[in-house]
């Protein structure tokens, strides 16, 4: 049989050709300067770049994960609406492995992305205030808890976050293969995890125990760096074994759908 | 018996309790030009959907070169080459991404292939476009190229020249027919333009409602040899009738000055010397030739969708 990754390239090809994955790249590192300019202009150049990278990766990461949604649903749903999915179906390759293609190169476009926010708040922030304004005692252990270095912190704080950002990406991918839709998908993906902290607040307060099997309840693992068991009970380990078992039912649906339909668009 | 290209047995879909494709039975060998000819909504496209693995079997099976397109699809697929309906393609793409991203699927397509394909169906000025930018036609073109890009051994057109001019469609026609004798390969067209089927195929099948009601050969069958209508004019159509029917021939007067007998190539001559020495004058002699349209509207009774 063929060589697998052209077909990678291909969905590559169908990422990078069109001018709206270029421009939500622009839009996240232009956001990243933003902030910093206006950080620089309000705040002065006294502060820690390591503060200002912080609290950009966390707004950004929020940007980078819509983004990677929308590339994520439309991936399949286009393929129906445009009625291009016959003409990729009818090669000498299973559906399986079309798909999977598919999904590699929406991680790859979310790995991108994220590469390109961590380099670029690296960078930028580093121009704007300088390696070398240390944080002071106090805001370390705020900003950095668990006592590392910066630099390691922020490594593990991407860590986490591509973890939750594999499994949002794949229920959106889910849902559009289900529903054929790229904007439910996008919807019903986006209301989930903007949902998140608020319904996370919300049903904290309940005492029901299916609350703790609940997804959203297990999407932010930032929490857990620096201390793998938390006060209220959370524990990294569970946290990560219920993603693990969403991420499987997701992917079992997903890949048995597509290879059952038929193909009438 | 060579192995036929491609071979439904007793295929069946129903979706929704609905039959839409009822025991369809098919061999198509290797080398001619088959048109799948039918209303609209009789279930060409969905049989081809089937060809092609895009929808499953109800019933039944469907074999490519041996290879079943259910059980063994990766294999089987290899030798189609197809256009499903409207011939869609990634519209943000270049003509050449688009072919380039069907090359890459099939080893063994160089770019060189890729160049003479586009070469072929004439899109070498516009290739570099984005197909948003293209027209009809020139999308069928690129539609023709995918489909042809590997060599299939069966290429599968659905109405394929919907949207060509008719310097296209004659193009089409002619390399079909280039494709089918001298590659050898096996063209399944579907259409409902019965003229179109008329020049292009070999053997033409009459699909409706699902069911097929008919296969009948094209070419080969010089219109003289069969039994046709002749219209001849004569001076006297009257007196012609009934010496020829004294002669043994049935005839029947046809308009004021002519008249129609159904005869084959050899009855038109004698009929003719027989006039002649009978002392009528013959003005002309036409062979009334049933167009497929014809025997189509008589088969399928001109029934409208349904
Ligand atoms: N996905 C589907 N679900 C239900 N019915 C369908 C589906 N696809 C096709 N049909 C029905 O099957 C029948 C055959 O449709 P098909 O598209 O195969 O016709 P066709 O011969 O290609 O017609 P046309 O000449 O208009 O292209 C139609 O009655 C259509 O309504
Ligand atoms: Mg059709």
């Given at each position: 049989?063929?060589?697998?990754?052209?077909l990678v390239r291909n969905e590559n090809m169908k990422i990078y050709k069109r001018s709206r994955?270029?421009?939500?790249?622009?839009?996240?590192?232009?956001?990243?300067?933003?902030?910093?300019?206006?950080?620089?202009?309000?705040?002065?150049?006294?502060?820690?770049?390591?503060?200002?990278?912080?609290?950009?990766?966390?707004?950004?990461?929020?940007?980078?994960?819509?983004?990677?949604?929308?590339?994520?649903?439309?991936?399949?749903?286009?393929?129906?609406?445009?009625?291009?999915?016959?003409?990729?179906?009818?090669r000498p390759w299973s559906r399986n492995k079309v798909l999977l293609s598919k999904y590699i190169s929406i991680l790859l476009f979310g790995l991108l992305q994220a590469a390109a926010l961590f380099l670029s708040t690296l960078l930028i922030n580093w121009i704007c205030f300088g390696i070398y304004s240390s944080l002071d005692e106090t805001q370390q252990g705020l900003l950095f808890p668990g006592g590392s270095n910066p630099f390691a912190y922020m490594l593990m704080y991407y860590g986490m976050k591509l973890i939750s950002l594999v499994v949002t990406v794949t229920l959106a991918f889910m849902i559009s293969t289900i529903f054929r839709s790229g904007g439910l998908a996008i919807g019903l993906s986006l209301f989930l995890l903007l949902g998140v902290n608020n319904f996370v607040l919300l049903l904290g307060f309940l005492d029901y125990k299916w609350i703790d099997y609940l997804l959203f309840m297990h999407l932010d693992l930032t929490k857990y760096i620096g201390a793998t068991s938390l006060e209220d009970g959370s524990n990294l380990w569970f946290s990560l074994g219920i993603l693990g078992a969403y991420y499987i039912i997701f992917v079992a649906l997903t890949w048995y759908v597509f290879n059952k339909r038929d193909v009438a668009a | 018996m060579?192995?036929?290209?491609?071979?439904?047995?007793?295929v069946s879909k129903r979706i929704g309790g609905r039959t839409i494709i009822d025991k369809l039975t098919l061999d198509l060998p290797l080398g001619e030009v088959f048109g799948f000819l039918g209303p609209n909504g009789s279930g060409k496209t969905t049989t081809i959907r089937m060809m092609v693995g895009l929808m499953s079997l109800t019933e039944g099976e469907i074999l490519i070169n041996g290879h079943s397109i259910a059980k063994d699809y990766e294999k089987a697929i290899r030798y189609v080459g197809a256009i499903v309906e409207n011939p869609e393609m990634y519209k943000y793409l270049s003509g050449y991404d688009n072919l380039k991203h069907y090359a890459r699927m099939i080893p063994g397509i160089t770019e060189h292939r890729v160049h003479e394909v586009v070469k072929l169906v004439g899109l070498e000025g516009r290739i570099q476009d984005k197909v948003r930018t293209y027209s009809l036609g020139m999308r069928q073109r690129l539609g023709v190229a995918q489909a042809i890009l590997h060599k299939p051994q069966l290429l599968i057109l659905d109405e394929p020249t919907n949207g060509l001019d008719p310097a296209g469609i004659r193009e089409l026609r002619d390399y079909l027919r280039v494709l089918s004798k001298e590659e050898g390969i096996a063209v399944f067209v579907s259409s409902h333009l019965l003229a179109e089927m008329e020049l292009m195929c070999d053997r033409v099948a009459i699909i409706q409602n699902g069911k097929l009601i008919d296969v009948r050969t094209?070419?080969?069958?010089?219109?003289?040899?069969?039994?046709?209508?002749?219209?001849?004019?004569?001076?006297?159509?009257?007196?012609?009738?009934?010496?020829?029917?004294?002669?043994?021939?049935?005839?029947?007067?046809?308009?004021?000055?002519?008249?129609?007998?159904?005869?084959?190539?050899?009855?038109?001559a004698a009929i003719n010397a027989l006039l002649v020495s009978a002392g009528f004058k013959v003005y002309g002699i036409r062979t009334h030739v049933k167009s497929l349209e014809d025997q189509f509207l008589e088969v399928t009774g001109g029934e409208r969708i349904g």
């Open positions: 049989m063929g060589d697998f990754l052209q994955s270029w421009i939500m790249l622009a839009i996240l590192i232009a956001s990243a300067l933003l902030i910093s300019i206006m950080w620089l202009s309000f705040g002065g150049r006294d502060t820690s770049m390591w503060e200002v990278i912080s609290t950009e990766s966390m707004i950004l990461f929020v940007l980078l994960t819509i983004f990677s949604v929308v590339i994520a649903a439309a991936s399949v749903a286009e393929e129906f609406t445009s009625g291009t999915i016959k003409l990729l179906l009818i | 060579v192995q036929p290209i491609v071979r439904l047995q007793n094209i070419r080969g069958t010089g219109s003289m040899t069969d039994q046709s209508r002749v219209i001849i004019e004569v001076d006297r159509p009257q007196g012609a009738v009934e010496a020829l029917l004294a002669a043994g021939h049935s005839a029947v007067p046809e308009g004021g000055q002519a008249i129609a007998v159904e005869t084959d190539r050899d009855g038109t």
